[in-house]
């Protein structure tokens, strides 16, 4: 029976973890409560940080609204024509973590309809994904990366943005 080890947003793209049992569902659940599965996002984000990179410290409510602490790292990678395109390292994994923090440096995320409302990228859907995941398992290391989908892509090309280095 599978089970999705690693979630992502609802229009979030990107990198998935499914295992197809429970002890490796236990094995990824440790994995990350140890926060020992490094995550990398890639955001396509309205204005440019103050700082080309920081670390984010950020008191987040969750469902039941209570505050739990977040931490993310961010780097701008490239910046054109009032849009940036941005690292995030998220130590946490908080609900919108990635969402909350890019909206907090005053920078939100295309397309995201709930953190960046005043937008003038409405017909964007959200240029969020979950493009890279490292962790290490029985002393065996894993990198996976994604591909970005076309629309986030065409949107970097339009936008002049320096696309992506392996």
Known sequence: EYKLVHRLDKDTSGLLIISKNLNSAKNFG???RSKLIDKTYIAVCEGKPRLKESIVKLNIKNKISKYEKTETYYKILSYSKGVSLILFKPK??????IRIVAKNIGAPIVGDDKYNIQTSYTKEILK????QLKFKL???EYSFNSELPKDFTLFIKRN???NLKK
């Open 30 to 32: 440790n994995l990350f």
């Open 92 to 97: 946490t994994g908080k609900t919108h973590q």
């Open 128 to 131: 969020l994904n979950a493009y």
């Open 138 to 140: 029985f002393n065996e």
């Open 160 to 162: 002049s943005l320096k």
